[in-house]
């Protein structure tokens, strides 16, 4: 994996500071659920002397570094966790929100109870462990659970396209909890979040100040609506950026912020 230690952060200050490009994780920086790769690190860390970086990403932070490296939370000016949730700006943390607080234990069973007998009666190929992951500002759900292999990923990827699985599965789960005003956002290629309305990585544009950038750029590969970076991507303070593998998202940066 590439190096991402503390003492690699960038210290000085970009040559357009007020011009920030804020990336996803999954599928934009890496494939899903892989390692960066050392070329597309040693890319970020000289993009981020031209600009301002960030990093916003829907998993928690031990999985981030799994991805990007240790210490990742020093390499950039900011790292949002789960959305922004966790949010750290020059590696000192800012904020920690929990789903548990904001909506409540009775509510938190329910949706576990309802998903648990949702879940039993989908026929899938395989289905392993881990198909609900509590986050402390989200829910992850995974009809083929989180603990499949690679090659039980992607062959349920080919599935859940083929036969609509989580698409079903997120209308259901709107009808059955519409007074909860949770949002459902289907991520990479197992699963889907599961947050409050508000909670999508739009959250994290609170800690950019309007006056103090220019430009705010996203990238992201799940931009198409229902997708979980259709909202930051399609907001109002961002210009949006549809990619489709970390080798892409490093060709359009290069046109747009080197050439």
């Known amino acids: 994996m590439a190096d991402t230690s503390p003492n690699k952060k960038q210290k000085m200050a970009p040559a357009n500071p007020r011009i920030i490009a804020l990336f996803d994780v999954d599928g934009t920086l890496t ?13 970020m860390k000289s993009l981020s002397k031209k600009i301002t970086v960030g990093i916003v990403g829907g998993s928690d932070l031990p999985k981030q570094e799994e991805q990007l490296g ?13 959305n922004g949730l966790v949010a750290y700006k020059d590696g000192k943390l800012q904020e ?32 392993r462990g881990t198909f609900i992951e509590f ?3 989200m829910m992850n ?19 859940d396209l083929a036969r609509g699985i989580r698409k079903d599965m997120v209308a259901a789960m709107k009808k059955e909890f ?30 950019l100040k309007e006056g103090d950038y220019d430009e705010v750029h996203f990238f992201g590969d799940k931009t198409f609506e229902g997708g979980n970076d259709y909202e930051i991507f399609s907001s109002d303070r ?15 940066c290069t046109k747009l912020f080197t050439s």
């Open 31 to 43: 494939i899903p659920r892989g390692e960066v790769t050392t070329d597309i690190m040693e890319f």
């Open 70 to 82: 240790e210490g990742i939370v020093h390499v950039f000016p900011y790292n949002f966790s789960q």
């Open 96 to 127: 920690v929100q929990t789903i548990s607080k904001f909506l409540g234990e009775d509510n938190i069973k329910r949706i576990v109870n309802w998903t648990m007998k949702y879940l039993a009666d989908i026929d899938i190929p395989v289905k």
């Open 135 to 137: 986050r402390s500002g």
């Open 141 to 159: 759900i995974s009809p083929i659970g989180r603990n499949c292999s690679r090659e039980e990923r992607n062959d349920y990827e080919k599935v």
């Open 178 to 207: 519409a007074d909860l005003n949770l949002t459902f956002s289907i991520g990479g290629q197992i699963s889907f979040d599961v947050f409050p309305t508000g909670w999508d990585k739009t959250y994290c544009l609170q800690y």
């Open 238 to 252: 961002t210009i949006g950026h549809t990619v489709t593998s970390p080798e892409d998202t490093k060709e359009q």
